[in-house]
């Protein structure tokens, strides 16, 4: 599996930092990733769905560390270098785990 394309949307909405839509192989898109903004650093949050006893539950996620760092690692790595690119310099402490 390749990550093939990421696209950024930067948003700045407490910890929320970006939505994010990747694709698969350029065959398979998955949309809402979400770059949040952790006390250690960054980290990816997965699509989900609120439930009607208002918790939420994943609807796309990696089955193993392995896929979950090699997405993390390449969504943020084009987030930082989006925010480069604008100008925004909010990419320190960046977390991959």
Known sequence: MEVTEVKVFPVDEDRLRAYV???????????????????????????SKKRKDGTY?????????????????????EYERTMQNAGIGDSAHVSTT
């Open 21 to 47: 839509t990747i694709t698969l192989d350029h065959c398979f898109v998955i949309r809402d990733l979400k770059v949040i903004k952790g006390t250690t650093g960054y980290f990816v949050s997965m699509p």
């Open 57 to 77: 539950k994943d609807i796309a996620h990696p089955i193993n560390s392995e896929t979950r760092r090699l997405l993390e690692e390449r969504v943020i790595q």
